[in-house]
């Protein structure tokens, strides 16, 4: 299964760029270039997401459809790009029976 994500990527001033999806807290990445950063957010966010199934914790809904920004947010960032970022979500039944299989090995 899939799950569209809005995710928040920041270029920092004189430095790379960071990025955040405000539905899945916590989960943050970094990246050299915006193409970059986009694949690993995309990893992050999998990871994180694999993470919470194996843990028993429900997977966050995608819900979040706009960021409002305050005077702020700019302080550290030259410009920000935000777009939805497709991400495959674990299905709870996979988890359980890849960790199975890996403990039984």
């Known amino acids: ?3 569209n994500y809005l995710v ?3 270029k920092c001033k ?3 760029f960071s990025g955040h999806a405000p539905d899945v807290l916590g989960c943050v990445s970094a990246g050299d270039t915006l ?5 690993m957010m995309r990893e992050a966010l999998e990871f994180h997401l694999e993470t919470m199934v194996q843990r028993g914790e429900a997977v966050p809904e995608a819900v979040t459809e706009k960021v409002d920004f305050k005077p702020g947010d700019f302080d ?8 939805q970022l497709e991400v495959n ?3 709870r039944e996979a988890v359980h029976k890849h960790r199975d299989a890996h403990q039984a090995a």
């Open 76 to 83: 550290d960032v030259e410009y920000f790009v935000i777009q």
């Open 8 to 10: 928040v990527f920041g």
């Open 35 to 39: 193409e970059e950063m986009k694949a």
């Open 89 to 91: 979500v674990p299905a």
């Open 1 to 3: 299964m899939t799950k």
């Open 14 to 16: 004189g430095s790379n």
